[in-house]
């Protein structure tokens, strides 16, 4: 079933606005159906770097390295949102996230803790 999408333009020096409906598919195969898919590939690839790039860029202004960001690429996954902390984590930031855990997950953690040296201080 095709999709159009209501798109907007204005030229700022005249203030005269125009609206079109363009179809661009309801999914990926229509979308494939109607336009070449290197297009589709190629779009993709410009937003997926956008994304990625905006990453990274707060990730630098976190003092995160070369080797971190690279760690961090590796395992991006385009319009996934990442499930880390940003910044410094704070005790109130870390009991929060604990406390959404499962009791699985939390029987787990606390026996990973267990084993290091954070604990035994």
Known sequence: MAEKFKISASNDKDAESVEIEFNFGANLDEAIDLFEPAAIHGYFVKGAKVALQANLRKMLKEGKNQEELQAYADSWIPGVKASRVSGKATPAKLLDMFSKLSPEEKAEMLKQLA??????Q
Do not use: E, L
């Open 115 to 120: 084993g290091t040296n954070i604990v035994n």
